[in-house]
């Protein structure tokens, strides 16, 4: 049975750093595509950060350069660091795994998603 769980979230102040991770049980990650995604109320959940198999990486243009996504394949754990956050960031952040379709932040293409951590950026 696969499972996805994350943690790592909280509040912290604008330009403050936290570091997301997802443990992962039932598969074997280095076999598929990983990611992070984020939803607050109201919108749809969006694309943050994908790696492959390969260890290639995707971001959204809106965190470029402040988030990095990896893997340790040796604890089957995925991470999502995260600097220079601003106000915009919050969100409840989710881990997803297997993309079955669709390009790597394409949210509705991940078969597997974890339960969720909350990050809040406050300004």
Known sequence: QVQLVESGGGSVQAGGSLRLSCAASG???NRYIMGW???TPG???EGVAAIDSNGSTSYADSVKGRFTISKDNAKNTLYLQMNSLKAEDTAMYYCAAYLTRGTLLDHWAYKYWG???QVTVSS
């Open 27 to 29: 598969f074997t990650s």
């Open 37 to 39: 995604f984020r939803q």
């Open 43 to 45: 919108k749809e959940r």
């Open 115 to 117: 339960q969720g951590t």
